[in-house]
């Protein structure tokens, strides 16, 4: 019998009580055999023997201990598995941790530390690192931070010790089911100003540009930087990258996938990806070719060009989209050396391959581009430096490759690439620019003259035209509104005499019929009813708003028609109905992507400021709801139904009525309660629906198991116990950055708050919902989010529990 084998067979009992004792460290007299864990310290890693999904093959590897769905983060034996559960992990006489196979009887795989260990330790770093003395005394003599495999852990560096030569560098499995070394790999390329590279084999396949310090007016942030700190080092001894999690308690974990794309993951339930690189076709690693310039907004049409001065290598194939070829040279034969050439501006580039760019430090901007038009050989040249100040230089002396549109990410950067071209293409553009300048100067004044003309045309025919019909409606400082008027016969052909098939929304007000004009244009009319409570006040109220009011967030009047003692208001028609249609529809909300409710919650935003502050009146909606945000064709957001809004003039921001009117669930508590409203009111109302759309889920309808509180109450709950990720609405499919809809709640509840005075205003909510700069404040309670009775509770009626459809409503109810 083998020596070492019966020596380890005799220890086998003993060693394996001594492990029962240990909870995150290997010693000489331990072992792990197939089925036992070594879990660190805080429980969070472990380390044992595991098969992949769909393979009966056995690898020593690295996961998360806690969470539900294993996740490999590193493995040990990755191109030596295990056949059976033969396989046993210990530390053997030169101190070295290796996976030894009894069936084989050999050693499947070891470590190559070159001081003999004393024990191995598995931290809650994920690292598995081997000391020199026990429990982690003594110095480190290998880890497996140092030898990845797929997967960048916070904290584990990717890069070279240029005193060892030692590289850490991920590289992809297989397959899902084969953690095998696979052919794409993601590393450091070391140079004058390191970048970040993906090659399959030994081709470039992707690359995220060199690292630059931010622009100071750069307002655009990544997904990934809002949820992660990215940092990197290059001095003479090493240059590496490292991120680490904003929050400290969020589990994060990058890896490269067997495609060879870059995949950032969380865990909130389950892993969601919230960033992905490439991202689009532009990302390919030579797209347009040499001194090709790509840019994915070009769609539909083709993404690639040429750099000034250059035409493709062959327009067959650029004809057939294809242009790995690349861009040659306009004009050959013409001398870019001391021949009268200069420099074309590129703005927002990630910048070329910097494989064989040179860096030149603490030069202004003017001595950069001297510097390379110094140089025959300079191709292109690109400046840190802002204003008079002096920063790095970086110019390129060979093809400029895999040049494209900005894209900000969080390792790379964008600058202006000033690119060098002859006289002839330098003269060419400077004549371009002046006549371009010329053209919109004439156009300008055209413009001028035009406006004036059509101006005097059109006051004139509307007084002809008011001379002979028209209805005035006039507020209280005696301002007149012309306004289309529809007769009673029109409106009766286009609604199809008001049929039933045409009526799509009904509310307190009367109902809303679609109608089709000859002119072949779709219309939505609301009809007044004989029995509303909304009278000529509210009819007249909402004509004399909507028709000063002008926005794309909000639905345009197209007239009105006025016939006996029926009033009719005829709006654009807004195919895709109101937006409680949707985020309250098990099967519509479906098509509410992340970005799309974004779009949506901004473009509401954006229409109350400009109710509140940009347009001439400043106007308290009153009535802000679901129902009463319409959706045009492609989704835009439109805020209608202005009956019971108010405006101010001069210095006025709030009022007190003895009639409170609006849409409980919607209405802010000092409004409800005192009749107070201001600009703060429509805030509230906002949030609320804010609210709604990222849980999918009525305010006032709102129902949970475990509490009567209403959706108010329930994310406040959510929100101060750490878990406002369970809010997020489950039928909201695809991948979505966790950290903006986490912010976007944050906003939500933010304008939900109690107090009127802690509420934000508008022209703040939009700027925290366009720039992840802005750092929130902390929620305080919001308003109405007491438990109500379970009888209130569970009441529901079908007219209340149905959306409306294109409802462009007057909805007064009055507040108990």
Not at 127 to 137: A, P, T, W, Y
Not at 607 to 617: I, M, V
Request: proline content about 4%.
């Amino acid at each position: 019998m083998n020596p070492e084998k019966w020596v380890f067979n005799l220890l086998l009992p003993f060693l394996f009580i001594r492990f029962c004792t240990s909870i995150d460290t290997l010693t000489p007299t331990q072992f792990i055999k197939d089925g036992d864990v070594l879990v660190s310290s805080g429980e969070t890693f472990a380390i044992g023997f595991f098969s992949p999904e769909n393979s009966s093959r056995r690898y020593v590897g690295i996961w998360y201990y806690k969470i539900s769905e294993q996740t490999i983060v590193w493995v040990a034996n990755r191109d030596r598995p295990i056949n059976g559960t033969s396989g046993v992990l210990s530390l053997n006489r030169d101190g070295n941790l290796v996976i030894y196979d009894n069936t084989r009887n050999s050693t499947i795989w070891q470590t190559n530390a070159s001081v003999v260990s004393y024990s191995a330790r598995l931290l809650d770093s994920g690292n598995l690192v081997l000391f020199q003395g026990d429990r982690g005394s003594g110095g480190v003599v290998w880890q497996s931070f140092y030898h990845p495999t797929n997967t960048l852990l916070p904290n584990m560096k990717l890069g070279l010790d240029k005193r060892t030569g030692l590289e850490c560098f991920l590289t992809s499995w297989k397959s899902r089911d084969d953690p095998g070394t696979g052919e794409y790999s993601y590393r450091v390329e070391t140079n004058e100003f390191p970048q970040l590279i993906v090659f399959k084999g030994s081709t470039r396949v992707w690359r995220i540009p060199a690292w630059l310090k931010p622009r100071r007016n750069d307002e655009a942030e990544t997904t990934a930087s809002s949820i992660l700190n990215s940092t990197y080092v290059n001095n003479r001894d090493q240059v590496y990258a490292f991120y680490t999690p904003i929050n400290a308690s969020t589990l994060l974990t990058t890896f490269v996938d067997e495609f060879g794309s870059l995949k950032f993951l969380t865990w909130v339930g389950k892993w969601v990806e919230f960033y992905s690189i490439p991202g689009d076709q532009c990302v390919a690693y030579g797209r347009c070719g040499s001194y090709g310039y790509c840019d994915s907004n070009n769609r539909p049409d083709f993404e690639c060009t040429c750099l000034p001065g250059y035409k493709p290598r062959s327009a067959e194939e650029w004809y057939l989209r294809d242009a790995s070829g690349g861009c040659i040279k306009e004009r050959k034969a013409l001398s870019m050396c001391g021949n009268g050439e200069g420099f074309v501006k590129v703005v927002n580039t990630n910048i070329p391959d910097t494989y064989k760019a040179r860096l030149l430090m603490n030069l202004s901007m003017h001595e950069c581009k001297d510097e390379c038009l110094r140089k025959c050989s300079c191709l292109a040249y690109a400046s840190e430096a802002e204003g008079g100040e002096r920063a790095n230089c970086i110019t390129w002396y060979e093809n400029l490759m895999d040049v494209r549109k900005s894209v900000t990410w969080c390792l790379g950067g964008r600058l202006d690439l000033y690119v060098r071209v002859d006289a002839v293409e330098l003269a060419q553009r400077m004549k371009s620019r002046r006549i371009k300048h010329k053209k919109v100067a004439v156009v300008v004044v055209a413009s001028v003259v035009l406006t004036s003309l059509l101006f005097i045309i059109l006051v004139c025919w509307l007084e002809m035209k008011k001379r002979r019909r028209g209805i005035d409606i006039q507020d209280s400082d005696e301002e007149n509104i012309e306004l289309p008027i529809f007769d009673m016969v029109t409106i009766l052909g286009a609604t199809n005499n008001f049929s039933d098939k045409n009526k799509i929304g009904e509310g307190g007000f009367g109902s809303v019929y679609k109608g089709h004009l000859s002119t072949g244009k779709d219309i939505a009319v609301k009809r007044l009813s004989r029995d509303s409570k909304q009278g000529l006040k509210e009819f007249k109220n909402e004509v004399l708003l909507i028709a000063k009011l002008q926005h794309r967030n909000l639905v345009r009047l197209l007239g009105c028609c006025i016939y006996g003692e029926e009033r009719m208001l005829v709006y654009e028609y807004m195919p895709n109905g109101s937006l409680d249609s949707f985020i309250f529809d098990i099967t519509q909300s479906k098509l509410l992507t992340w970005s799309r409710r974004l779009d949506i919650i901004i473009g509401i935003a954006r229409g109350t400021l400009y109710l509140h502050q940009d347009s001439r009146l400043r106007v308290i909606h009153r009535d802000l709801k679901a129902s009463n945000v319409l959706l045009d064709s492609e989704m835009n957001p439109k805020i209608s139904d202005f009956g019971l809004a108010r405006a101010f003039r001069g210095d006025q921001s709030s009022a007190k009525t003895k009639r409170v009117v609006g849409t409980y669930g919607y209405m802010a508590p000092e409004y409800a309660i005192d009749g107070l409203f201001s600009s703060k009111s429509d805030i509230f109302s906002f949030g609320v629906i804010v609210l709604e759309i990222m849980s999918g889920k009525r305010n006032r309808k709102f129902h949970h198991t475990d509490h009567d509180l209403n959706l108010l109450g329930h994310a406040w709950k959510l929100w101060i116990d750490g878990k406002a990720f369970e809010l997020i609405d489950p039928m909201m499919e695809g991948s979505f950055p966790m950290s903006k809809v986490l912010r976007c709640i944050q906003i939500g509840l933010l304008c939900v708050q109690k107090c009127p005075e802690d509420r934000p205003t508008m022209s703040s909510v939009v700027l925290m919902l366009v720039s992840d700069i802005v750092v929130l404040p902390q929620p305080k309670q919001p308003g109405f989010y007491i438990e109500r009775s379970s009888k209130e509770t569970h009441e529901r009626s079908p007219a209340q529990s149905s959306p409306s459809i294109n409802d462009v409503t007057m909805t007064q109810l009055e507040a108990r």
